[in-house]
Protein backbone atom coordinates (compact mmCIF):
# COMPACT_ATOMS: atom_id res chain seq x y z
CA UNK A 1 0.00 0.00 0.00
CA UNK A 2 1.38 3.00 -1.35
CA UNK A 3 1.13 6.89 0.85
CA UNK A 4 -0.75 9.57 -1.90
CA UNK A 5 1.29 12.43 -1.83
CA UNK A 6 -1.04 14.55 0.07
CA UNK A 7 -0.95 12.73 3.06
CA UNK A 8 2.85 12.55 2.77
CA UNK A 9 2.32 16.76 2.19
CA UNK A 10 0.20 16.27 5.44
CA UNK A 11 2.17 14.41 7.36
CA UNK A 12 5.01 16.60 7.14
CA UNK A 13 3.63 20.22 7.62
CA UNK A 14 1.83 18.73 11.04
CA UNK A 15 5.39 17.37 11.54
CA UNK A 16 6.55 20.86 10.82
CA UNK A 17 3.84 21.88 13.14
CA UNK A 18 4.46 20.07 16.06
CA UNK A 19 8.41 20.78 15.75
CA UNK A 20 7.92 24.68 15.40
CA UNK A 21 4.80 24.41 18.58
CA UNK A 22 7.70 22.56 20.53
CA UNK A 23 10.72 24.93 19.97
CA UNK A 24 8.03 28.10 21.12
CA UNK A 25 7.14 25.78 24.44
CA UNK A 26 10.63 25.64 25.12
CA UNK A 27 11.07 29.24 24.42
CA UNK A 28 8.57 30.23 26.17
CA UNK A 29 9.91 28.11 28.96
CA UNK A 30 13.55 29.55 28.85
CA UNK A 31 12.06 32.98 28.84
CA UNK A 32 10.31 31.87 31.95
CA UNK A 33 13.50 30.86 33.47
CA UNK A 34 14.98 33.61 32.99
CA UNK A 35 12.51 36.16 34.21
CA UNK A 36 12.35 34.03 37.53
CA UNK A 37 15.98 33.54 37.81
CA UNK A 38 16.43 37.66 37.29
CA UNK A 39 13.38 38.34 40.30
CA UNK A 40 14.86 35.82 42.82
CA UNK A 41 18.52 37.53 42.09
CA UNK A 42 19.66 39.07 45.50
CA UNK A 43 20.27 42.77 43.80
CA UNK A 44 16.42 42.26 42.60
CA UNK A 45 14.64 44.92 44.34
CA UNK A 46 11.49 42.74 44.27
CA UNK A 47 13.22 40.34 46.29
CA UNK A 48 14.46 42.50 49.05
CA UNK A 49 10.97 44.34 49.22
CA UNK A 50 9.90 40.67 50.08
CA UNK A 51 12.86 39.93 52.07
CA UNK A 52 12.13 42.97 54.57
CA UNK A 53 8.70 42.70 54.59
CA UNK A 54 9.06 39.09 55.90
CA UNK A 55 11.39 39.85 58.09
CA UNK A 56 9.51 42.35 59.89
CA UNK A 57 6.22 39.98 59.58
CA UNK A 58 8.35 37.48 61.04
CA UNK A 59 9.46 40.06 63.73
CA UNK A 60 6.34 41.56 64.80
CA UNK A 61 4.73 38.21 64.61
CA UNK A 62 7.20 36.26 66.80
CA UNK A 63 7.35 39.34 69.31
CA UNK A 64 3.64 39.29 69.73
CA UNK A 65 3.62 35.16 69.64
CA UNK A 66 5.52 35.44 72.20
CA UNK A 67 4.14 38.09 74.25
CA UNK A 68 1.09 36.45 73.87
CA UNK A 69 2.31 32.87 74.88
CA UNK A 70 4.18 34.44 78.19
CA UNK A 71 1.03 36.02 79.78
CA UNK A 72 -0.99 33.40 78.74
CA UNK A 73 1.19 31.00 80.08
CA UNK A 74 1.61 32.75 83.42
CA UNK A 75 -2.39 33.29 83.30
CA UNK A 76 -3.24 29.56 83.29
CA UNK A 77 -0.50 28.09 85.44
CA UNK A 78 -1.26 31.42 87.97
CA UNK A 79 -4.83 30.05 87.90
CA UNK A 80 -4.25 26.52 88.65
CA UNK A 81 -1.86 26.96 90.80
CA UNK A 82 -4.13 29.24 92.95
CA UNK A 83 -7.02 26.96 93.13
CA UNK A 84 -4.77 24.22 93.85
CA UNK A 85 -3.51 25.59 97.25
CA UNK A 86 -6.74 27.72 97.92
CA UNK A 87 -8.44 23.94 98.24
CA UNK A 88 -5.18 22.07 99.69
CA UNK A 89 -5.16 24.92 102.44
CA UNK A 90 -8.97 24.30 103.34
CA UNK A 91 -8.60 20.93 103.23
CA UNK A 92 -6.20 21.37 105.61
CA UNK A 93 -8.27 23.46 107.85
CA UNK A 94 -11.22 21.10 107.31
CA UNK A 95 -10.29 17.64 107.65
CA UNK A 96 -6.53 17.53 108.84
CA UNK A 97 -7.71 20.33 111.77
CA UNK A 98 -10.01 17.63 113.27
CA UNK A 99 -7.31 14.96 113.82
CA UNK A 100 -6.59 14.19 117.00
CA UNK A 101 -3.04 15.84 118.67
CA UNK A 102 -1.40 12.21 117.96
CA UNK A 103 -3.22 10.01 115.09
CA UNK A 104 -2.62 6.85 114.46
CA UNK A 105 -1.27 6.36 110.64
CA UNK A 106 -5.07 4.80 109.33
CA UNK A 107 -6.80 8.21 110.28
CA UNK A 108 -4.27 9.97 108.38
CA UNK A 109 -4.56 7.91 105.58
CA UNK A 110 -8.45 8.33 105.86
CA UNK A 111 -7.79 11.87 106.04
CA UNK A 112 -5.19 11.92 103.20
CA UNK A 113 -7.77 10.33 101.00
CA UNK A 114 -10.99 12.64 101.98
CA UNK A 115 -8.48 15.64 100.99
CA UNK A 116 -7.33 14.03 97.47
CA UNK A 117 -11.09 13.78 96.52
CA UNK A 118 -11.54 17.44 96.16
CA UNK A 119 -12.18 18.87 93.06
CA UNK A 120 -8.41 19.56 92.68
CA UNK A 121 -7.64 15.75 92.49
CA UNK A 122 -4.36 16.59 93.89
CA UNK A 123 -2.40 13.68 95.82
CA UNK A 124 -1.78 14.13 99.42
CA UNK A 125 0.83 13.64 102.15
CA UNK A 126 0.24 13.89 105.91
CA UNK A 127 2.83 13.46 109.00
CA UNK A 128 2.54 13.61 112.42
CA UNK A 129 3.52 11.65 115.55
CA UNK A 130 1.59 8.99 117.34
CA UNK A 131 1.44 8.56 120.69
CA UNK A 132 4.71 6.40 121.19
CA UNK A 133 6.15 9.64 119.91
CA UNK A 134 7.33 7.79 116.23
CA UNK A 135 6.35 9.35 113.49
CA UNK A 136 3.62 8.26 111.24
CA UNK A 137 2.71 8.93 107.35
CA UNK A 138 -0.14 8.73 105.56
CA UNK A 139 -0.88 9.08 101.83
CA UNK A 140 -4.15 9.64 99.50
CA UNK A 141 -4.85 6.34 97.69
CA UNK A 142 -4.68 7.81 94.24
CA UNK A 143 -1.39 7.34 93.65
CA UNK A 144 2.36 6.93 95.41
CA UNK A 145 3.11 9.87 96.67
CA UNK A 146 6.17 9.70 99.06
CA UNK A 147 8.15 12.41 100.90
CA UNK A 148 11.40 11.65 98.80
CA UNK A 149 9.17 13.56 95.86
CA UNK A 150 8.86 16.70 98.05
CA UNK A 151 11.94 19.08 97.68
CA UNK A 152 14.73 19.51 100.75
CA UNK A 153 14.18 23.20 100.55
CA UNK A 154 10.62 22.60 100.37
CA UNK A 155 10.61 20.86 103.57
CA UNK A 156 12.91 23.00 105.40
CA UNK A 157 10.31 25.94 104.74
CA UNK A 158 7.69 24.26 105.74
CA UNK A 159 9.37 23.06 109.35
CA UNK A 160 10.74 26.39 109.93
CA UNK A 161 8.96 28.41 112.26
CA UNK A 162 8.76 32.04 111.61
CA UNK A 163 8.67 34.50 114.46
CA UNK A 164 5.76 36.48 115.17
CA UNK A 165 5.82 40.25 114.12
CA UNK A 166 3.12 42.42 113.91
CA UNK A 167 3.13 41.91 110.30
CA UNK A 168 3.29 38.02 111.09
CA UNK A 169 0.74 36.93 112.89
CA UNK A 170 1.78 33.11 112.28
CA UNK A 171 4.42 30.71 112.85
CA UNK A 172 4.23 28.59 109.94
CA UNK A 173 2.89 29.40 106.16
CA UNK A 174 2.40 27.58 103.40
CA UNK A 175 5.08 27.11 100.60
CA UNK A 176 5.02 25.61 96.91
CA UNK A 177 7.19 25.03 94.10
CA UNK A 178 6.88 23.57 90.79
CA UNK A 179 9.00 20.90 89.83
CA UNK A 180 9.23 18.28 87.02
CA UNK A 181 9.17 14.83 86.73
CA UNK A 182 11.80 12.64 84.78
CA UNK A 183 9.14 12.11 82.30
CA UNK A 184 9.01 15.66 82.06
CA UNK A 185 5.54 16.17 83.18
CA UNK A 186 5.08 19.28 85.44
CA UNK A 187 4.18 19.54 88.75
CA UNK A 188 3.35 21.84 91.65
CA UNK A 189 4.23 20.92 94.97
CA UNK A 190 2.51 22.55 97.94
CA UNK A 191 3.23 21.81 102.09
CA UNK A 192 2.24 23.42 105.00
CA UNK A 193 1.80 22.65 108.95
CA UNK A 194 -1.48 23.64 111.28
CA UNK A 195 -1.05 25.90 113.80
CA UNK A 196 -1.37 24.91 117.39
CA UNK A 197 -0.09 21.76 116.67
CA UNK A 198 -1.21 19.02 114.29
CA UNK A 199 -0.12 17.01 111.08
CA UNK A 200 2.19 18.67 108.72
CA UNK A 201 0.54 18.09 105.05
CA UNK A 202 2.18 18.06 101.70
CA UNK A 203 0.28 18.04 98.34
CA UNK A 204 1.40 17.53 94.91
CA UNK A 205 -0.79 18.45 91.89
CA UNK A 206 0.03 17.38 88.21
CA UNK A 207 0.03 20.65 85.51
CA UNK A 208 0.24 18.31 82.77
CA UNK A 209 -3.41 19.41 80.94
CA UNK A 210 -1.93 23.21 81.48
CA UNK A 211 0.94 22.41 79.78
CA UNK A 212 -1.13 20.08 77.24
CA UNK A 213 -3.55 23.29 77.19
CA UNK A 214 -0.27 25.94 76.46
CA UNK A 215 1.47 23.61 74.18
CA UNK A 216 -1.38 23.63 71.90
CA UNK A 217 -1.36 27.16 72.13
CA UNK A 218 1.87 27.59 71.08
CA UNK A 219 1.15 25.66 67.61
CA UNK A 220 -1.35 28.05 67.24
CA UNK A 221 0.38 30.76 67.46
CA UNK A 222 3.58 29.16 65.33
CA UNK A 223 0.85 28.64 62.69
CA UNK A 224 -0.57 31.55 63.01
CA UNK A 225 3.22 33.70 62.66
CA UNK A 226 3.66 31.19 59.54
CA UNK A 227 0.46 32.42 58.33
CA UNK A 228 1.24 35.93 59.11
CA UNK A 229 4.86 35.49 57.43
CA UNK A 230 2.96 34.07 54.27
CA UNK A 231 0.62 37.34 54.46
CA UNK A 232 3.50 39.66 54.26
CA UNK A 233 5.41 38.07 51.59
CA UNK A 234 2.18 38.03 49.44
CA UNK A 235 1.63 41.78 50.39
CA UNK A 236 5.19 42.49 49.46
CA UNK A 237 4.67 40.69 46.17
CA UNK A 238 1.88 42.78 45.52
CA UNK A 239 3.60 46.17 46.58
CA UNK A 240 6.64 45.16 44.87
CA UNK A 241 4.32 44.78 41.74
CA UNK A 242 2.83 48.13 42.43
CA UNK A 243 6.18 49.82 42.84
CA UNK A 244 8.24 48.03 40.29
CA UNK A 245 5.42 47.70 37.44
CA UNK A 246 6.16 51.52 36.84
CA UNK A 247 10.05 51.47 37.46
CA UNK A 248 9.76 48.76 35.07
CA UNK A 249 7.66 51.15 32.65
CA UNK A 250 10.28 53.80 33.10
CA UNK A 251 13.33 51.92 32.32
CA UNK A 252 12.09 50.47 28.88
CA UNK A 253 10.91 53.90 28.03
CA UNK A 254 14.51 55.04 28.96
CA UNK A 255 15.57 51.90 26.92
CA UNK A 256 13.48 53.14 23.98
CA UNK A 257 14.84 56.73 24.07
CA UNK A 258 18.60 55.57 24.40
CA UNK A 259 17.79 53.76 21.49
CA UNK A 260 17.16 56.73 19.43
CA UNK A 261 12.79 56.67 19.40
CA UNK A 262 12.44 59.95 21.02
CA UNK A 263 8.81 59.78 20.58
CA UNK A 264 8.35 57.87 23.70
CA UNK A 265 6.23 58.70 26.42
CA UNK A 266 4.63 57.00 29.74
CA UNK A 267 1.09 57.01 31.01
CA UNK A 268 0.81 58.77 33.90
CA UNK A 269 -2.26 58.20 36.43
CA UNK A 270 -2.20 59.49 40.17
CA UNK A 271 -0.60 62.27 42.24
CA UNK A 272 2.10 59.66 43.96
CA UNK A 273 6.12 60.13 43.73
CA UNK A 274 6.12 57.44 40.88
CA UNK A 275 3.40 59.71 38.91
CA UNK A 276 5.64 62.97 39.74
CA UNK A 277 9.15 60.99 38.16
CA UNK A 278 7.14 59.78 34.88
CA UNK A 279 5.76 63.45 34.27
CA UNK A 280 9.22 64.35 34.51
CA UNK A 281 10.75 61.61 32.24
CA UNK A 282 8.15 62.61 29.99
CA UNK A 283 8.83 66.51 30.12
CA UNK A 284 12.39 65.59 29.68
CA UNK A 285 12.00 63.20 26.99
CA UNK A 286 9.68 66.24 25.30
CA UNK A 287 12.64 68.85 25.42
CA UNK A 288 15.12 66.35 24.34
CA UNK A 289 13.20 65.23 21.21
CA UNK A 290 12.68 69.23 20.34
CA UNK A 291 16.22 69.53 21.04
CA UNK A 292 17.26 66.93 18.75
CA UNK A 293 14.51 67.77 16.40
CA UNK A 294 16.50 71.33 16.07
CA UNK A 295 19.25 69.86 16.08
CA UNK A 296 18.96 67.67 12.96
CA UNK A 297 17.16 70.17 11.37
CA UNK A 298 20.12 72.38 11.77
CA UNK A 299 22.62 69.79 11.15
CA UNK A 300 20.50 68.95 7.72
CA UNK A 301 20.15 72.20 7.12
CA UNK A 302 24.38 72.45 6.81
CA UNK A 303 24.53 69.58 5.06
CA UNK A 304 22.52 70.66 2.24
CA UNK A 305 24.19 74.04 2.19
CA UNK A 306 27.51 72.01 1.90
CA UNK A 307 26.40 70.33 -1.07
CA UNK A 308 24.51 72.67 -2.53
CA UNK A 309 27.45 75.01 -2.25
CA UNK A 310 29.89 71.76 -4.00
CA UNK A 311 27.90 71.42 -6.75
CA UNK A 312 26.57 74.98 -7.88
CA UNK A 313 30.77 75.64 -7.36
CA UNK A 314 31.42 72.34 -9.58
CA UNK A 315 30.34 74.62 -12.62
CA UNK A 316 32.03 77.00 -12.66
CA UNK A 317 35.23 75.08 -11.25
CA UNK A 318 34.52 73.66 -14.54
CA UNK A 319 35.42 75.99 -16.41
CA UNK A 320 37.71 77.82 -14.15
CA UNK A 321 39.55 74.06 -14.02
CA UNK A 322 39.54 74.27 -18.40
CA UNK A 323 40.96 77.68 -18.38
CA UNK A 324 43.62 76.82 -16.19
CA UNK A 325 44.99 73.99 -17.91
CA UNK A 326 45.17 76.28 -21.04
CA UNK A 327 47.43 78.47 -19.31
CA UNK A 328 49.33 75.83 -17.91
CA UNK A 329 49.83 73.83 -21.49
CA UNK A 330 51.23 77.54 -22.40
CA UNK A 331 53.53 77.92 -19.75
CA UNK A 332 54.66 74.64 -20.22
CA UNK A 333 55.02 74.86 -23.78
CA UNK A 334 57.17 78.29 -23.60
CA UNK A 335 56.02 80.16 -26.32
CA UNK A 336 56.04 83.36 -25.14
CA UNK A 337 52.26 84.18 -25.24
CA UNK A 338 52.36 84.58 -21.13
CA UNK A 339 54.29 87.69 -19.93
CA UNK A 340 57.17 86.58 -17.47
CA UNK A 341 55.71 89.03 -15.02
CA UNK A 342 52.44 87.87 -14.38
CA UNK A 343 53.51 83.81 -14.55
CA UNK A 344 53.71 82.99 -11.13
CA UNK A 345 50.41 84.76 -10.35
CA UNK A 346 49.27 82.28 -13.37
CA UNK A 347 51.00 79.44 -11.68
CA UNK A 348 49.82 80.46 -8.50
CA UNK A 349 46.01 80.35 -10.00
CA UNK A 350 46.41 77.24 -11.56
CA UNK A 351 47.56 75.19 -7.71
CA UNK A 352 44.84 77.01 -6.26
CA UNK A 353 42.08 76.25 -8.80
CA UNK A 354 43.34 72.44 -8.63
CA UNK A 355 43.43 72.82 -4.75
CA UNK A 356 39.75 74.61 -4.99
CA UNK A 357 38.74 71.67 -7.02
CA UNK A 358 40.23 69.00 -4.78
CA UNK A 359 38.34 70.87 -1.80
CA UNK A 360 34.88 70.79 -3.27
CA UNK A 361 35.17 66.75 -4.49
CA UNK A 362 35.91 66.12 -0.63
CA UNK A 363 33.24 68.03 0.42
CA UNK A 364 30.81 66.40 -1.51
CA UNK A 365 32.62 63.00 -0.32
CA UNK A 366 31.82 64.25 3.19
CA UNK A 367 28.44 65.28 2.84
CA UNK A 368 27.68 61.70 1.36
CA UNK A 369 29.07 60.14 4.35
CA UNK A 370 27.13 62.43 6.46
CA UNK A 371 24.20 61.38 4.57
CA UNK A 372 24.40 57.62 5.19
CA UNK A 373 24.25 57.03 1.49
CA UNK A 374 27.53 55.13 0.86
CA UNK A 375 27.45 51.48 -0.33
CA UNK A 376 30.30 49.19 -1.73
CA UNK A 377 31.28 47.89 -4.70
CA UNK A 378 32.69 44.64 -4.21
CA UNK A 379 35.04 42.45 -5.88
CA UNK A 380 37.79 39.76 -5.00
CA UNK A 381 41.15 41.41 -5.14
CA UNK A 382 45.35 40.79 -4.28
CA UNK A 383 45.87 43.18 -1.80
CA UNK A 384 49.88 43.02 -3.32
CA UNK A 385 48.71 44.00 -6.65
CA UNK A 386 45.88 46.73 -5.10
CA UNK A 387 48.51 48.14 -3.36
CA UNK A 388 51.12 48.19 -6.86
CA UNK A 389 49.22 50.04 -8.56
CA UNK A 390 48.12 52.79 -6.40
CA UNK A 391 51.66 53.46 -5.91
CA UNK A 392 52.14 53.39 -9.42
CA UNK A 393 49.62 55.45 -10.29
CA UNK A 394 50.84 58.35 -8.48
CA UNK A 395 54.67 57.69 -8.92
CA UNK A 396 55.85 56.62 -6.11
CA UNK A 397 57.54 53.73 -7.13
CA UNK A 398 61.10 54.97 -5.84
CA UNK A 399 59.65 56.40 -3.15
CA UNK A 400 57.98 53.83 -1.02
CA UNK A 401 59.44 50.47 -0.08
CA UNK A 402 56.52 47.70 -0.64
CA UNK A 403 56.44 44.10 1.77
CA UNK A 404 53.82 42.17 0.55
CA UNK A 405 53.58 38.89 -0.82
CA UNK A 406 51.03 38.24 -3.39
CA UNK A 407 47.97 35.69 -3.16
CA UNK A 408 46.69 38.19 0.14
CA UNK A 409 42.63 37.95 -1.20
CA UNK A 410 40.22 40.24 0.24
CA UNK A 411 36.96 41.23 -0.75
CA UNK A 412 36.69 44.72 -1.03
CA UNK A 413 35.43 47.69 -2.82
CA UNK A 414 38.82 48.76 -5.29
CA UNK A 415 38.05 52.33 -6.00
CA UNK A 416 37.76 53.09 -2.21
CA UNK A 417 40.55 50.86 -1.03
CA UNK A 418 42.75 52.78 -3.55
CA UNK A 419 41.08 56.17 -1.73
CA UNK A 420 42.75 54.90 1.35
CA UNK A 421 46.05 53.59 0.52
CA UNK A 422 46.68 56.97 -1.87
CA UNK A 423 45.79 59.07 1.54
CA UNK A 424 47.74 57.02 3.92
CA UNK A 425 51.13 56.65 1.50
CA UNK A 426 50.53 60.37 0.62
CA UNK A 427 50.45 61.74 3.92
CA UNK A 428 53.34 59.82 4.91
CA UNK A 429 55.73 61.06 1.87
CA UNK A 430 54.41 64.81 2.61
CA UNK A 431 54.69 64.44 6.52
CA UNK A 432 56.83 61.91 7.45
CA UNK A 433 60.37 60.81 6.29
CA UNK A 434 61.44 58.71 3.47
CA UNK A 435 61.65 55.64 2.64
CA UNK A 436 57.80 55.31 3.50
CA UNK A 437 57.61 51.52 3.78
CA UNK A 438 54.05 49.78 3.14
CA UNK A 439 54.31 45.81 4.49
CA UNK A 440 51.16 43.58 4.65
CA UNK A 441 50.01 40.82 6.94
CA UNK A 442 46.99 38.64 8.31
CA UNK A 443 45.74 38.94 11.84
CA UNK A 444 46.67 35.61 12.62
CA UNK A 445 49.99 36.32 12.54
CA UNK A 446 51.66 35.46 8.89
CA UNK A 447 53.56 38.14 7.47
CA UNK A 448 54.28 39.31 4.23
CA UNK A 449 56.48 41.73 5.91
CA UNK A 450 57.51 42.53 9.41
CA UNK A 451 55.63 44.92 11.67
CA UNK A 452 56.17 48.07 12.30
CA UNK A 453 56.29 48.55 16.66
CA UNK A 454 54.41 51.24 17.71
CA UNK A 455 54.87 53.02 20.91
CA UNK A 456 52.48 53.62 23.65
CA UNK A 457 50.28 56.67 22.38
CA UNK A 458 47.74 55.49 19.70
CA UNK A 459 44.52 57.21 17.99
CA UNK A 460 41.90 55.66 16.17
CA UNK A 461 39.14 57.67 14.39
CA UNK A 462 37.16 59.30 13.72
CA UNK A 463 39.82 61.68 14.72
CA UNK A 464 42.77 64.92 10.28
CA UNK A 465 46.37 66.76 11.49
CA UNK A 466 49.55 67.57 10.00
CA UNK A 467 49.61 64.42 8.37
CA UNK A 468 46.92 65.30 5.42
CA UNK A 469 47.09 65.03 1.93
CA UNK A 470 44.02 65.08 -0.54
CA UNK A 471 44.25 62.84 -3.86
CA UNK A 472 41.32 63.03 -5.50
CA UNK A 473 39.09 60.01 -6.88
CA UNK A 474 35.82 59.43 -7.83
CA UNK A 475 34.73 58.43 -4.45
CA UNK A 476 30.83 58.72 -3.80
CA UNK A 477 28.71 57.87 -0.60
CA UNK A 478 29.21 56.54 2.68
CA UNK A 479 27.12 53.45 4.64
CA UNK A 480 26.12 55.57 8.13
CA UNK A 481 25.97 52.24 9.84
CA UNK A 482 29.40 51.61 9.52
CA UNK A 483 30.87 54.13 12.28
CA UNK A 484 32.58 51.57 14.75
CA UNK A 485 35.55 49.68 14.03
CA UNK A 486 35.78 46.11 13.71
CA UNK A 487 36.38 43.34 16.30
CA UNK A 488 39.72 41.65 15.86
CA UNK A 489 39.33 38.47 14.09
CA UNK A 490 42.16 35.88 12.96
CA UNK A 491 42.33 36.42 9.29
CA UNK A 492 41.55 39.90 8.90
CA UNK A 493 44.04 41.58 6.44
CA UNK A 494 46.70 44.42 8.10
CA UNK A 495 48.54 47.07 6.06
CA UNK A 496 51.13 49.23 8.07
CA UNK A 497 52.12 52.27 6.64
CA UNK A 498 55.35 54.11 8.19
CA UNK A 499 57.38 56.62 7.42
CA UNK A 500 60.85 57.97 9.13
CA UNK A 501 60.14 61.48 9.85
CA UNK A 502 59.88 62.82 13.08
CA UNK A 503 56.53 61.19 14.16
CA UNK A 504 53.10 62.67 15.22
CA UNK A 505 53.46 64.75 18.64
CA UNK A 506 51.16 63.22 21.55
CA UNK A 507 48.92 66.18 21.72
CA UNK A 508 47.93 66.02 17.62
CA UNK A 509 47.92 62.57 18.17
CA UNK A 510 44.18 61.97 19.53
CA UNK A 511 43.20 64.29 16.64
CA UNK A 512 44.29 62.91 13.31
CA UNK A 513 41.24 61.61 11.74
CA UNK A 514 39.65 65.30 12.65
CA UNK A 515 37.99 66.85 9.81
CA UNK A 516 40.32 70.54 8.89
CA UNK A 517 42.03 70.25 11.98
CA UNK A 518 45.57 71.75 11.65
CA UNK A 519 48.75 70.70 13.95
CA UNK A 520 50.17 74.09 14.26
CA UNK A 521 47.81 77.24 14.50
CA UNK A 522 50.49 79.31 12.88
CA UNK A 523 50.28 77.35 9.70
CA UNK A 524 46.32 77.76 9.06
CA UNK A 525 46.93 76.85 5.49
CA UNK A 526 48.53 73.74 3.88
CA UNK A 527 48.33 72.07 0.01
CA UNK A 528 45.56 69.92 1.46
CA UNK A 529 41.65 70.55 2.71
CA UNK A 530 42.32 68.68 6.10
CA UNK A 531 40.12 65.87 5.45
CA UNK A 532 42.09 63.06 3.42
CA UNK A 533 42.60 60.78 6.35
CA UNK A 534 38.60 61.52 7.73
CA UNK A 535 37.86 60.43 4.36
CA UNK A 536 39.59 57.21 4.38
CA UNK A 537 39.16 56.09 7.65
CA UNK A 538 35.57 56.69 6.79
CA UNK A 539 36.31 54.19 3.93
CA UNK A 540 37.86 51.91 6.56
CA UNK A 541 34.48 51.76 8.46
CA UNK A 542 32.43 51.15 5.58
CA UNK A 543 34.24 48.31 5.19
CA UNK A 544 33.68 47.10 8.33
CA UNK A 545 37.75 47.99 9.02
CA UNK A 546 39.48 50.68 11.11
CA UNK A 547 42.60 53.09 11.03
CA UNK A 548 44.84 53.40 13.73
CA UNK A 549 47.98 56.39 14.21
CA UNK A 550 50.60 56.00 16.55
CA UNK A 551 54.50 56.44 16.80
CA UNK A 552 57.00 53.60 16.05
CA UNK A 553 59.44 53.16 18.87
CA UNK A 554 62.27 53.37 16.00
CA UNK A 555 60.78 56.50 14.91
CA UNK A 556 58.41 57.83 12.37
CA UNK A 557 54.49 57.25 12.55
CA UNK A 558 52.86 54.23 11.65
CA UNK A 559 49.68 53.77 10.53
CA UNK A 560 47.48 50.46 10.34
CA UNK A 561 44.29 49.53 8.13
CA UNK A 562 42.72 46.49 9.49
CA UNK A 563 40.42 45.37 7.22
CA UNK A 564 38.24 41.52 7.00
CA UNK A 565 39.05 39.60 4.54
CA UNK A 566 35.19 39.71 3.52
CA UNK A 567 32.97 42.48 4.16
CA UNK A 568 29.97 40.40 3.12
CA UNK A 569 30.49 37.72 6.08
CA UNK A 570 30.74 40.50 8.63
CA UNK A 571 27.84 42.32 6.88
CA UNK A 572 26.26 40.98 4.93
CA UNK A 573 23.94 44.37 4.45
CA UNK A 574 27.26 46.17 3.15
CA UNK A 575 27.94 43.77 0.54
CA UNK A 576 26.31 44.15 -3.04
CA UNK A 577 25.40 40.29 -4.64
CA UNK A 578 27.23 41.23 -8.01
CA UNK A 579 30.24 43.02 -8.29
CA UNK A 580 29.58 46.32 -10.10
CA UNK A 581 26.02 45.89 -8.73
CA UNK A 582 25.19 49.78 -7.31
CA UNK A 583 23.14 50.01 -4.31
CA UNK A 584 22.11 52.38 -2.28
CA UNK A 585 23.12 55.54 -4.54
CA UNK A 586 24.25 56.91 -7.84
CA UNK A 587 27.61 56.70 -8.71
Known amino acids: MTEEPGERERTVDRDAAASRGEQRAAR ?78 NELQDTAGQMATSSQRFSVL ?22 DDVPRSLRAAVDKQQPLTSTNRSPYHLYWQRITADDDTPYLVA ?49 ATTVLKPVHRLGAAAKRLGEGKLDT ?26 RVAEMSARDESSRRFVADMSHELRTPLTAITAVTEVLEEELDAETGSVDPMIEPAVRLVVSETRRLNDLVENLMEVTRFDAGTARLVLDDVDIADQITACIDARAWLDAVDLDAERGIMARVDPRRLDVILANLIGNALKHGGSPVRVAVRTEG ?15 TGPVEAHHAVDVHEAVDVHDADASEGPAVREGNVLIEVRDHGPGIP ?3 LPHVFD ?58 ARAPGVPGDRQGGVR
Open 28 to 105: GWARARRAVSASLRFTSLRLRLVLVFGLVALTAAVAASGIAYWLNREAVLTRAQDAALNDFQQEMSNRAGILPGRPTQ
Open 126 to 147: LMAEDADGSTVIGNSHLDAFTL
Open 191 to 239: GTRLIGGGPTGYMLKSLEPEAKDLNSLAWSLAIATGLALIGAALLAQAA
Open 265 to 290: RLRVSGTDELAELSRTFNQAAQALEK
Open 445 to 459: GDSAGGSAATGPAQA
Open 506 to 508: LDV
Open 515 to 572: RFYKASASRPRSEGSGLGLSIALENAHIHGGEITAANSDEGGAVFTLRLPRDVSETDP
